[in-house]
Structures are given as C-alpha cells and as structure tokens.
C-alpha cells in the first residue's frame, strides 16, 4: 500500500491581549488554567487531559464527539521561556489515524499595556489531507483558541 502524500502548510497568527505578558504565559502553563480555552469545537467534550510544562514535558489531550469521532492531541515542549515563549511539537491523531506533525511557537512581547501574542505554525499532514484546507482548518481552530484565551481574561 502506498503512502498518502504529504500537505505542508504554515500559518501565523497575532493577538494583542490588555493583560501582562505573565498573565498570558500563565494560562498556557497548568492544565486548570487551559481548559477554559484550549477545548474542541462545538459538540466535542474532553475524555482526558494532562500537562507536564516543563522543557520536555509532554501535554495530552484526547476528545470526542457525540458520533464518537476522537481527538488526540500529543505535545512535548521543546523550549520554555516564561513570560516570553514557547515552543512545541505535537500530533494530532483522529479516530486513531495519524493526522498531522506540527511545530509550534509562542511568542509573547509587550506592546504599550498590552501584550502581542504571535503563533506560528508549521504542519506535515500524513493522512492524505490536501494542504490549503488543512492548514485554513487548522488555522481557523487555532484562532478560536486564541478567541477564547481573550475571553478568558475577560476580554473578547
């Protein structure tokens, strides 16, 4: 059997957040702080989570849907850098499918009173999903995350 083609794509992303740049690296360093915005879409609930955050460690994150579609999400950090970045792999698994390799990053600058969150991400799809739409699907789900960050500071 052949293997499916491999999609690249990259995308990047920045959000401005009227919060301190610990506040913001804050919610993305303990399991309690990142359940509120790192989450599926609509109709998908959380099955199992953890977080090691520390260089290293790893982050698991396993959903599924109503219709029993699963998630999984496995990361291990690769830099820590409080209150200024983070950076990550991490694969994503659906129905037990290896989806994607992705390598992540974080980057947090103070900007005025705010502080300017940047995401840049780098994505191998392995499964035979065509690039544009994969990296627009995912960068569509990654901004909903960082919609949801704002929100959990009280902002949206």
């Known amino acids: 059997m052949k293997a499916a083609a491999i999609g690249h794509g990259t995308f990047t992303l920045e959000r401005r957040y009227p919060v301190s740049r610990a506040k913001v690296f804050a919610a993305w360093a303990s399991a309690e702080a ?4 790192f989450i599926g879409p609509e109709g998908w609930s959380c099955v199992r989570r ?16 109503a219709s029993g579609r699963e998630t999984r999400y496995t990361a291990r950090f690769h830099a820590i850098e409080p209150d200024s970045r983070l950076v990550f792999v991490y694969d994503m698994h659906l129905n037990e499918v290896h989806h994607s390799v992705s390598l992540a990053t974080v980057e947090l600058a103070t900007v005025g009173a705010q502080t300017l969150l940047t995401f840049t991400e780098q994505v191998a799809f392995l499964d035979g ?13 990654t901004a909903l995350h960082l919609e ?5 500071f009280g902002y949206s």
């Open 34 to 37: 990142k359940a509120p915005w």
């Open 50 to 65: 953890e977080l090691d955050f520390t260089e290293g460690g790893t982050e698991v994150l396993v959903g599924r849907f």
């Open 129 to 141: 999903t065509q690039a544009e739409e994969g990296t627009a699907a995912r960068e569509r789900g």
């Open 148 to 152: 949801r960050l704002a929100m959990s």
